[in-house]
């Protein structure tokens, strides 16, 4: 009988083999869009008092999808009034009551998981495959994971007692979304902080979704504001005299400009910014193993990651068989709307960023790489993208050199292990690396030897709420995730 129910069951389509990833209510898929969305400040949605709105479009259609209300100073200013006036009161919680609210979240955003992920998927342009089993239950891991921690930050830093900054400013990219919004609150909120947050302006709406939950979950007023708007909104966030810690995922050239204009100030900066990994494949890898873990390492989110596996470096006596093989996967990757669950390549997040690709991929074609892209129609309208590699690069070429955030592959080849390891942390980034290979002592060599936070060995894009990441380098300080990750949220006394 257990076999005929196993046999009925079917597989679920886990493609990155989430540990998280659970079964969402069917009758929940409807993303419950409003067509406009007001700052969540005080525990309240309220209007702007800048009055001012703008556009979030829909990358696959061009068409917008909802109206955002765009924060001026004065409104961060009352986010930050809220914020204030609900620290005493947060931190002084109990840590199981905290983590109660926590736990609340983590079960309210798997409630609405389909709806979340259809949310996430129509603004950003990333598969739903993805969204569903990747973004949004890593969301409510994450939450999970920092309930459990709440009452328990005396063992986290024994010999020491953790106290909470008071207000923390946030601002977070584009790419992951609701994820990245998870990764900043659920720490903060766990050691005792109140925060306010600033989502990217192009991928707002999740993050109001989470608002709803917030209201709903009964947070007390106040520990969680969320200001929508472009960069002046997050250089508000940032400067803001309130803010006692800032914590910041995106760009490097931003993350540069915001450790300048906080120098001096007091206020503790985390910095999570731009990647540029090597993926290490060794002549005795399992070759089909590496070219399942390359294509996963840079085409998971159509290459928008900060950790994707954006340089090959392949052995060079397997260099044309890994190269083959490669080709033939790519050429059976399917682009096209991000809404169809058998797309493994959705649209491109905005036009911004798909000039910027196809700037890059240019200057690579100019400065003498050999190109490959499939044979494949691009949907129209929509910002779309062709699965690109690249063989023959060279070190000096800009693809191998500057974060292309699109689904675009460098590879560069190797002889010796050491011309690897020069290779791989000859980059200004120190992100993340992978490294395929049969020897255990390897790996173990390879994990010293890089300047990387992450090193994933025969597998690529693992995550788990336990593990710390984040980089050296221009890819910023601090960790987030694990013990190490709420560190950064206290002051130790
Ligand atoms: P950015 O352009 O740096 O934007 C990130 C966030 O900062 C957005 O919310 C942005 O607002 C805001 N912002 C822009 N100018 C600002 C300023 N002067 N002061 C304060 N905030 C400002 O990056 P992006 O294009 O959204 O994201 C892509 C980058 O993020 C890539 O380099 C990627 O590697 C990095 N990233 C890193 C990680 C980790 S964990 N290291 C994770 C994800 C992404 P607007 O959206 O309105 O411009």
Same mark, same amino acid.
């Given at each position: 009988?257990?076999?005929?129910?196993?046999?009925?069951?079917?597989?679920?389509?886990?493609?990155?083999?989430? &540990?998280?990833?659970?079964?969402?209510?069917?009758?929940?898929?409807?993303?419950?869009?409003?067509?406009?969305?007001?700052?969540?400040? +005080?525990?309240? /949605?309220?209007?702007?008092?800048?009055?001012?709105? /703008?556009?979030?479009?829909?990358?696959?259609?061009?068409?917008?999808?909802?109206?955002?209300?765009?924060?001026?100073?004065?409104? %961060?200013?009352?986010?930050?009034?809220?914020?204030?006036?609900?620290?005493?009161?947060?931190?002084?919680?109990?840590?199981?009551?905290?983590?109660?609210?926590?736990?609340?979240?983590?079960?309210?955003?798997?409630?609405?998981?389909?709806?979340?992920? %259809?949310?996430?998927?129509?603004?950003?342009?990333?598969?739903?495959?993805?969204?569903?089993?990747?973004?949004?239950?890593?969301?409510?891991?994450? /939450?999970?994971?920092?309930?459990?921690? @709440?009452?328990? =930050?005396?063992?986290?830093?024994?010999?020491?007692?953790?106290?909470?900054?008071?207000?923390?400013?946030?601002? *977070?990219?584009?790419?992951?979304?609701?994820?990245?919004?998870?990764?900043?609150?659920?720490?903060?909120?766990?050691?005792?902080?109140?925060?306010?947050?600033?989502?990217?302006?192009?991928?707002?709406?999740?993050?109001?979704?989470? @608002?709803?939950?917030?209201?709903?979950?009964? %947070?007390?007023?106040?520990?969680?504001?969320?200001?929508? +708007?472009?960069?002046?909104? +997050?250089?508000?966030?940032?400067?803001?005299?309130?803010?006692?810690?800032?914590?910041?995922? +995106?760009?490097?050239?931003?993350?540069?400009?915001?450790?300048?204009?906080?120098?001096?100030?007091?206020?503790?900066?985390?910095?999570?910014?731009?990647?540029?990994?090597?993926?290490?494949?060794?002549?005795?890898?399992?070759?089909?193993?590496?070219?399942?873990?390359?294509?996963?390492?840079?085409?998971?989110?159509?290459?928008?990651?900060?950790?994707?596996?954006?340089?090959? &470096?392949?052995?060079?006596?397997?260099?044309?068989?890994?190269?083959?093989?490669?080709?033939?996967?790519?050429?059976? =990757?399917?682009?096209?709307?991000?809404?169809?669950?058998?797309?493994?390549?959705?649209?491109?997040?905005?036009? @911004?960023?798909?000039?910027?690709?196809?700037?890059?991929?240019?200057?690579?074609?100019?400065?003498? @790489?050999?190109?490959?892209?499939?044979?494949?129609?691009?949907?129209?309208?929509?910002?779309?993208?062709?699965?690109?590699?690249?063989?023959?690069?060279?070190?000096?070429?800009?693809?191998?050199?500057?974060?292309?955030?699109?689904?675009?592959?460098?590879?560069?080849?190797?002889?010796?292990?050491?011309?690897? *390891?020069?290779?791989?942390?000859?980059?200004?980034?120190?992100?993340?690396?992978?490294?395929?290979?049969?020897?255990?002592?390897?790996? &173990?060599?390879?994990?010293?030897?890089?300047?990387?936070?992450?090193?994933?060995?025969?597998?690529?894009?693992?995550?788990?709420?336990?593990?710390?990441?984040?980089?050296?380098?221009?890819?910023?300080?601090?960790?987030?995730?694990?013990?190490?990750? &709420?560190?950064?949220?206290?002051?130790?006394?």
């Amino acid at each position: 009988q257990k076999k005929t129910a196993a046999r009925r069951r079917p597989e679920p389509e886990l493609i990155f083999g989430d &540990l998280w990833a659970f079964d969402p209510a069917p009758e929940s898929a409807d993303p419950k869009l409003q067509s406009r969305y007001q700052l969540f400040i +005080g525990g309240k /949605f309220v209007a702007p008092k800048s009055r001012r709105y /703008f556009e979030s479009i829909n990358p696959a259609t061009e068409k917008p999808l909802a109206e955002i209300a765009l924060a001026s100073a004065k409104d %961060v200013d009352a986010a930050y009034a809220a914020a204030t006036k609900a620290a005493p009161a947060w931190s002084a919680l109990p840590g199981a009551e905290r983590g109660k609210y926590l736990y609340r979240l983590a079960r309210l955003l798997q409630d609405r998981a389909r709806e979340f992920a %259809v949310a996430e998927t129509l603004d950003g342009g990333k598969p739903i495959k993805e969204s569903r089993d990747f973004d949004v239950p890593m969301a409510a891991a994450h /939450f999970f994971y920092h309930a459990g921690w @709440a009452d328990k =930050l005396a063992y986290a830093f024994p010999g020491a007692t953790p106290v909470p900054h008071g207000v923390v400013g946030q601002v *977070i990219p584009w790419n992951f979304p609701l994820l990245m919004l998870a990764w900043k609150i659920a720490p903060a909120l766990a050691t005792g902080n109140t925060v306010v947050l600033k989502p990217a302006e192009t991928t707002s709406i999740t993050a109001l979704k989470f @608002a709803e939950i917030v209201m709903e979950a009964g %947070v007390p007023a106040g520990v969680i504001n969320i200001v929508t +708007g472009a960069g002046e909104t +997050g250089a508000a966030v940032v400067n803001h005299p309130q803010a006692a810690k800032v914590a910041f995922t +995106g760009s490097t050239d931003v993350g540069k400009h915001i450790m300048r204009s906080t120098a001096g100030t007091g206020k503790k900066l985390t910095l999570e910014l731009g990647g540029k990994a090597a993926n290490i494949v060794f002549d005795d890898a399992p070759i089909d193993q590496a070219v399942e873990g390359i294509v996963n390492g840079i085409f998971f989110n159509q290459g928008h990651v900060c950790c994707a596996g954006s340089r090959l &470096l392949v052995q060079e006596s397997v260099a044309a068989k890994v190269l083959t093989r490669l080709r033939l996967r790519v050429k059976n =990757l399917r682009v096209g709307d991000p809404m169809d669950k058998n797309t493994d390549i959705g649209a491109i997040n905005s036009k @911004a960023q798909l000039d910027k690709i196809t700037e890059l991929v240019a200057a690579g074609v100019d400065e003498g @790489a050999e190109i490959y892209q499939p044979e494949c129609t691009l949907p129209s309208p929509g910002w779309f993208f062709k699965p690109t590699l690249f063989s023959g690069v060279e070190q000096s070429h800009r693809i191998a050199r500057e974060e292309i955030f699109g689904p675009v592959l460098s590879i560069l080849t190797f002889r010796t292990t050491e011309e690897a *390891i020069e290779k791989a942390n000859n980059s200004a980034y120190g992100l993340s690396a992978g490294v395929w290979t049969d020897k255990g002592s390897r790996i &173990l060599k390879m994990s010293t030897a890089l300047k990387a936070g992450v090193v994933w060995a025969n597998t690529y894009n693992k995550f788990d709420p336990a593990s710390p990441f984040g980089g050296y380098k221009e890819s910023g300080f601090g960790r987030e995730g694990g013990k190490q990750g &709420l560190a950064d949220y206290v002051k130790l006394t």
